[in-house]
């Protein structure tokens, strides 16, 4: 996968701006991945840290409270790990949550800039209203009934505070960016040392979410380092006006960042955490992406020493004190914050920022999401605006800033009413797993926009190859070859268009959004896509852009295929009854796995019998029988004299079959590959669900352990601050919170019976582990299984074992869509003998 394609997409593009967000986790997976997420719901360990976590952010909140910041929310822990919570019930469309521009950390983005480009404007003017400021942005109805009381403070302290974020709208980002830090450091009285202004102010010099990364990282060692004005948020006194400034705010904010032990992001992984990844392309971008850190870590270490150097020289001429000596900073910070930036930040146009308390937002697909980001822009006063292009030249010049005056704060709105106690989660972004796993640290069960990358990873590999800084986390120039689900799927015929689903009573009434494109904003406007236009929207951009060779063969191949299968479909195909509706099941079960599949969605399907669905396959069908004609049409058209004539219109039935084996070829070598890819991991599917299963049993033991304790009467500290269990060795026994774990699973009794998994269907990874019996466990043995698990046992561990099953269960569903493929398409090109019509 491309190292920079997380830079443009990662989480919450914040409401207005163009986003490509389209995708959904199962609500009670990922949750239960336990390490997964940062949870930290695993174990007496995690339970402390939790608990740790949760004070401090309620320190952090009283922060922001003073600081400018008003929110109507509460730092709790919930189903998907620590999250925000509404405090008191609120309207739609009001905000939850508002703060300061000068209070977030904000670095341009131009990979990400709307501007650059003709697109339209994308922020929404503040309405008009009469009166200052202040009065026009608690005139702006953000503070409705039910809204906690003070929104729109955060502006008006802000603007008292002469914190204007001057800019205008489509000026260099970079004199925008000069004026923010400006404002930025003054606000603080923190100072960027001259090696990171030199990073901050350039713009070309690295992708944005490196640089929040630098910024980041050198705030954690100001605030480590009790420099920059500031002693402990207690020391100086959270309830001081100057709450929300310098020291004292970065430090609580830090603090309530995820401990490192609790990060899955990607790119924190050791090399031994690495490799239990196992799958090639995962394991492909994690070096590379290292790589990329291990050279830019280079970089500024020598730039923060030239500093250093350069400072000791001036203050040894002027006789002066040393200056603090040159930081040494480590590639495990440079890589924790560079996942803290990827996993946490919002996008602006043309902007990408770190907001506290916002970052604490778990995700949810959108239809479920119950919060949006907004970017709330306050216009100036009628008396501050500039009468003319000269007057605001020259406010320009007296005020050192340039532009039009705009300020603005970062919001998190409701999309719907919500109530106290409701989860305020937002929709990050879509993505295959490898990218969720390398941008927010989890995968999604059954991600129906996973899909496998085919290519055999040769080009651009070489973790050691030169770049300069320029090219940091830049692309590799690699144009995968990828098997997109959703268009596979389609192509094979099965399509459900996003209104049945959503026209479904199980689906959230409220809700405009379908379940099968779970992330669009654009939703309400795609409801009157056909479902082929569907089909193209969930292509993904390797294979729409059509930009070379093998993305466009990819498409033609899909085209293709889509297009045999649908002659073979509405033709009358040779084949017994049996055999017919083994196919149709094997389809329909594919089917069924590609589709998002909530439990209401499962459920939906069944109930219709996939019969929706399958007349929206119709209708994709119909579409494709067009294509075909106008493709043999055009083959007709193109033959010439001399050439060996193609085949004839007339003779479709020839041109069925010379498409046909070429497309058996093609599928067979993808079949070969898919294959391949299996083979060189290194534990099987039935192995890794077994492990799984001990984990998750063990995790719930964990569980189940607490809440006795909580019932008991003692407190979440006192239960939390008990050691855990210390592991005991792999030998089969069932000792410690392993072994227990093992025998309740397995009866403590080895197994090797090499069987298949009981998840037939390639479910449920975790809720069902408890299911798994002897019966149905694998090649293991007692002591590997164990061993296996304790290997595993950590939040890293549990993100590796979880990422590869989905990576196999995904291998093994194509294999069968793949082999579902050639039988169709043989069937297709056979010589026709008595129809006995299948239609799917
Ligand atoms: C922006 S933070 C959200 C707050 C986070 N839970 C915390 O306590 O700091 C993003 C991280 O939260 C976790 N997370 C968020 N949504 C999740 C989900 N639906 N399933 C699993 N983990 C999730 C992941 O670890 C992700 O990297």
């Not at 830090?181 to 713009?203: E, I, K, N, T, V």
Request: aromatic share 6%; hydrophobic share 40%; charged share 20%.
């Amino acid at each position: 996968m491309d190292p920079l394609a997380p830079l443009h997409r990662s989480k919450g593009s914040v409401r207005g701006s163009r986003t490509d967000a389209r995708t959904s986790v199962l609500p009670g997976t990922n949750n239960d991945a336990g390490g997964s997420g940062n949870s930290g719901n695993s174990s007496s360990r995690g339970a402390a840290l939790a608990a740790a976590r949760r004070l401090e952010a309620e320190a952090l909140l009283r922060l922001l409270t003073v600081g400018g910041a008003s929110s109507s929310l509460l730092v709790a822990e919930g189903p998907l790990g620590r999250g925000l919570f509404v405090a008191s019930p609120i309207a739609a469309e009001q905000p939850l949550f508002s703060m300061p521009d000068v209070n977030t950390l904000i670095v341009p983005d131009p990979e990400n800039d709307p501007y650059s480009s003709d697109e339209e404007e994308v922020f929404e003017e503040a309405p008009a209203a009469a009166g200052g400021p202040a009065a026009r942005d608690q005139g702006q109805g953000t503070a409705a009934p039910g809204a906690a009381p003070g929104l729109g403070q955060a502006a008006m302290q802000a603007e008292a505070a002469g914190l204007n974020w001057r800019e205008e709208r489509g000026s260099d980002l970079e004199d925008g960016q000069r004026s923010y830090l400006d404002r930025w450091q003054r606000h603080h009285g923190l100072w960027l040392p001259a090696w990171l202004q030199g990073y901050m102010s350039d713009s070309d010099a690295l992708p944005a979410p490196a640089r929040l990364a630098l910024w980041l990282m050198w705030l954690r060692r100001q605030v480590q380092e009790g420099g920059g004005g500031g002693g402990s948020a207690a020391a100086t006194g959270l309830d001081g006006a100057e709450g929300g400034r310098g020291v004292p705010f970065w430090r609580a904010y830090v603090r309530c960042l995820p401990p490192p032990e609790l990060v899955t992001c990607l790119a924190v992984f050791s090399e031994a955490e690495a490799a239990l990844l196992q799958v090639p392309a995962y394991k492909r971008q994690w070096r590379r992406t290292r790589a990329n850190l291990s050279r830019l870590l280079k970089d500024v270490n020598a730039a923060a020493a030239a500093d250093a150097a350069g400072g000791a020289a001036g203050a040894a001429a002027a006789g002066g004190h040393s200056p603090s000596p040159s930081p040494c900073y480590s590639l495990e910070e440079l890589s924790y914050c560079y996942s803290m930036a990827i996993s946490r930040c919002f996008h602006l146009p043309g902007r990408m920022l770190l907001v506290a308390l916002a970052d604490m937002a778990n995700h949810q697909p959108l239809w479920q999401a119950s919060a949006y980001p907004w970017w709330h822009w306050v216009e100036p006063a009628a008396s501050e605006a500039p009468a003319s292009p000269a007057a605001a030249a020259a406010a320009a010049s007296a005020s050192g800033d340039e532009g039009f005056s705009t300020r603005g704060c970062f919001q998190f709105r409701a999309v719907r009413p919500l109530a106290a106690g409701d989860e305020v989660c937002i929709c990050y972004s879509e993505g295959a797993n490898d990218e969720q796993l390398f941008d927010y640290g989890f995968v999604r069960q059954g991600n129906p926009y996973d899909r496998l990358d085919l290519s055999d990873g040769a080009e651009g590999l070489d973790p050691d190859a030169d770049a300069d800084t320029d090219a940091v986390l830049g692309p590799a120039g690699q144009q995968q070859q990828q098997l997109c689900w959703p268009a596979l799927v389609a192509a094979a015929g099965f399509w459900a268009r996003a209104e049945d689903l959503a026209s479904d009573s199980a689906a959230p009434a409220s809700s405009s959004h379908s379940t099968l494109d779970a992330g669009s904003m654009d939703r309400p406007d795609a409801a009157g896509l056909s479902a082929a236009e569907e089909q193209s929207l969930l292509l993904p951009r390797s294979v729409g852009g059509g930009e070379n060779g093998s993305s466009s063969g990819l498409r033609e191949m899909i085209a293709n295929v889509a297009a045999i299968v649908s002659t073979a479909a509405t033709a009358a195909v040779d084949a017994d009854a049996e055999a017919a509706e083994r196919l149709r099941q094997q389809r329909r079960r594919s089917a069924l796995l590609s589709l998002p599949h909530t439990a209401q969605d499962a459920a939906a399907l069944r109930r219709w019998g996939l019969a929706r669905a399958a007349s929206a396959a119709e209708e994709l069908r119909r579409g494709l029988a067009a294509r075909v004609a106008a493709q043999l049409a055009s083959q007709q058209s193109r033959q010439r004299p001399g050439v060996a004539a193609p085949p004839r219109a007339s003779a479709s039935g020839d041109l069925l079959e010379a498409a046909a084996a070429a497309e058996l070829a093609a599928v067979d070598a993808l079949a070969a590959r898919v294959s391949d890819l299996a083979d060189g991991l290194g534990s099987s599917l039935a192995d890794d669900e077994a492990v799984w299963a001990v984990l998750s049993e063990a995790t719930g033991a964990a569980r189940q352990a607490r809440a006795v304790a909580v019932a008991g009467g003692s407190t979440m500290s006192a239960a939390a601050a008990a050691p855990p269990p210390a592991p005991t060795p792999a030998d089969g026994s069932a000792r410690g919170r392993l072994g227990a774990a093992f025998q309740s699973l397995f009866g403590g009794g080895g197994n090797g019976n090499g069987g298949s998994s009981s998840n037939g269907n390639g479910n449920g990874n975790s809720s069902n582990g408890a299911q798994i019996t002897p019966a149905a466990a694998t090649a293991l043995s007692a002591a590997e299984l164990l061993a296996a698990a304790e290997q595993h046992d950590s939040a890293r561990g549990r993100t590796a074992l979880l990422a590869r099953l989905e990576y196999k269960r995904l291998l093994g569903e194509a294999a069968d869509v793949l082999r579902t493929y050639r039988q169709v398409v043989a069937e297709a090109a056979a010589p026709r003998r008595s129809p006995a019509t299948v239609r799917f």
